[in-house]
């Protein structure tokens, strides 16, 4: 990549960056896209060079976050220790509750933001390619045959990941808006609290 290349890269994501700040301070509605380019430390014309409305670049900085957050989970499952993976990735889902609260929030922000104008986030291309790319990277790492009793179990234990997973994102988003509505930091009562819903879905994964 050229130096100028690198540059232009550079300065969309520090735009990125700032608007992910200022959108969950501010709501993406309220939020002027003047300020995040000061926030950014650029002008309000580069900022339009790279993004041609405050759409184009919420919907960037959700498809980011969605990749940050959800991107190569299921690569990480190891069939030889099916627990531990699963705990593993409910893990990294902890450390952003407690690291990264933000990319949590936006989630829910820009999902409320996108129903306002009558669209669902499901619908965005780079949404779709994502979930697509996910899928064939995962079932080619697991180098399925759907032909074996073996692999019966193994697409099993895919779905009961997906659904915990899931359910335990939506459990930290809520205690995300939670706290951000009675402006409250992670205390150490909601942290058990989180460790001992994973815990609960880890024992939901082995029952089922």
């Known amino acids: 990549?050229?130096?100028?290349?690198?540059?232009?890269?550079?300065?969309?994501?520090?735009?990125?960056?700032a608007a992910l700040d200022t959108f969950c301070e501010k709501g993406i509605e309220g939020s002027d896209l003047v300020l995040v380019a000061a926030r950014a430390g650029t002008s309000r014309r580069t900022l339009y060079h790279h993004f041609k409305d405050k759409e184009q670049l919420a919907t960037e900085v959700y498809v980011d976050n969605l990749k940050k957050m959800f991107g190569r989970?299921?690569?990480e499952f190891d069939f030889k220790s099916p627990r531990a993976s699963i705990e593993a990735i409910l893990n990294k889902y902890l450390f952003l509750r407690e690291h990264h609260p933000d990319l949590i929030y936006y989630d829910s922000l820009f999902s409320v933001y996108f129903a306002s104008m009558?669209?669902?986030?499901?619908?965005l291309p780079a949404f779709k390619e994502l979930i697509r790319e996910e899928t064939h990277l995962s079932m080619s790492a697991f180098s399925l045959d759907l032909q074996t009793e073996e692999t019966g179990q193994k697409l099993v234990w895919i779905e009961r990941?997906?659904?915990?997973?899931?359910?335990y994102f939506i459990y930290l988003q809520k205690s995300v808006l939670i706290s951000r509505q009675n402006q409250d930091a992670t205390k150490a009562?909601?942290?058990?609290?989180?460790v001992r819903y994973k815990e609960f879905l880890l024992n939901l994964w082995e029952g089922q």
């Open 189 to 194: 009562e909601e942290i058990e609290q989180n």
């Open 118 to 123: 009558g669209k669902n986030p499901a619908e």
């Open 161 to 167: 990941t997906r659904m915990v997973t899931h359910l």
């Open 73 to 75: 989970l299921l690569l």
């Open 1 to 17: 990549m050229k130096l100028r290349e690198k540059q232009l890269q550079l300065t969309r994501e520090m735009i990125k960056e």
